[in-house]
């Protein structure tokens, strides 16, 4: 059973405009979430996380929601770069040694 | 300032072979870990070790075994690889909750 689960595999936005990333949840032990971009034949790269007992975070162009009672976040991308393009990856953390459970991947491609 | 490093980026094996993967990592993080990456899946943890000197199985263990040599290398040995092991093999490590990842091994079981 997936605990992180991401429906959306692709996304398509043209440049400029808002990108939304979407991401549920099934345990309620996670205590950390995350989002990682991955590029073609590279490892993933750590983007931003967010702390189960908040609500939101930002950096740049990037902020995370998280709604605990929908067990759902979100990564939105405003506004959105054709350097963007990439396999998003939502992942939750857990445990003494801060493993991760990582969602299936969303691609962006963000069109010019 | 490398991060965390992988040997080889790529291998091909002939089924019930054994190999071994090598990771080092240069920030002195405590923590590292193996995952492996399917197309069109996320990411799954097979070992990690939350500190040198131990390790512990993750969601997909079977058929692997890792050594934790010392606070920066951690290697991940297939005994007898078989063709479900193909996959891209990521190694990272943490001091904290972010993980860093090394750039990937990509392996074939023919």
């Known amino acids: ?112 | 300032n490398a991060g965390v490093t992988q040997t080889p980026k790529f291998q091909v094996l002939k089924t019930g072979q054994s190999m071994t993967l090598q990771c080092a990592q240069d920030m002195n993080h405590n923590s590292m870990y193996w995952y492996r990456q399917d197309p069109g899946m996320g990411l799954r943890l097979i070992y990690y070790s939350a500190s040198e000197g131990t390790t512990d199985k993750g969601e997909v263990p079977n058929g692997y075994n890792v050594s934790r040599l010392n606070k920066r290398e951690f290697s991940l040995r297939l005994e007898s690889a078989a063709p479900s092991q193909t996959s891209v093999y990521f190694c990272a490590s943490s001091q904290n909750i972010r993980n860093t990842f090394g750039s990937g091994t990509r392996l074939t079981v023919v």
């Not at chain 1, 445990?95 to 459970?101: E, I, W």
């Open chain 1, 1 to 112: 059973d997936q605990q992180v689960k991401q429906n959306s595999p692709s996304l398509s936005v043209q440049e400029g405009r808002i990108s939304i990333l979407n991401c549920d949840y099934t345990n309620s032990m996670f205590d950390y979430f995350l989002w990682y971009k991955k590029y073609p034949a590279e490892g993933p790269t750590f983007l931003i996380s967010i702390s189960s007992i908040k609500d939101k975070n930002e950096d740049g162009r990037f902020t995370v929601f998280l709604n605990k009672s929908a067990k759902h976040l979100s990564l939105h991308i405003v506004p959105s770069q054709p350097g963007d393009s990439a396999v998003y990856f939502c992942a939750a953390s857990w445990g003494s040694a801060r493993q991760l459970t990582f969602g299936s991947g969303t691609q962006l491609t963000v069109l010019p």
